[in-house]
């Protein structure tokens, strides 16, 4: 069992940035691919980026593409996702995810259902 707790999400300026972050605890160990996603009010889940845990490689939604970086601490068992330039559009509870396992191709992990492990989301509010 992996548990995931995010933080770092609040209220900021369009324009602002924010570093949400996703501590992993458990059997950490087996992680492969960790993710982002985002669900907007009365929206579906949406796809933000994904990374490796062995390689960092990363992949992003076009959403984010050039705005929003994914990193990870291996010692510290964390995860990160720096948003800036922030826009209203980009409000939403953002998820953590991760998938023990990390067989597919990373592009394949903008689907949700390939994740074993879910946190409990953090809101994120862009002020126009």
């Known amino acids: 069992q992996v548990q995931l707790v995010e933080s770092g999400g609040g209220l900021v300026q369009a324009g602002g940035s924010l570093r949400l972050s996703c501590a992993a605890s458990g059997r950490t160990s087996s992680t492969g691919v960790m993710g982002w996603f985002r669900q907007a009010p009365g929206k579906e889940r949406e796809f933000v980026a994904a990374?490796?845990?062995?390689?960092?490689?990363?992949y992003y939604a076009n959403s984010g593409k050039g705005r929003f970086t994914i990193s990870r601490d291996n010692a510290k068992n964390t995860m990160y996702l720096q948003m800036n330039s922030l826009k209203p559009e980009d409000t939403a509870v953002y998820y953590c995810a991760a998938d023990s396992r990390g067989i597919y191709a990373i592009s394949r992990y903008s689907n949700a259902g390939l994740y074993d492990y879910w946190g409990q989301g953090t809101q994120v509010t862009v002020s126009s």
């Open positions: 990374i490796r845990w062995s390689s960092s490689i990363t």
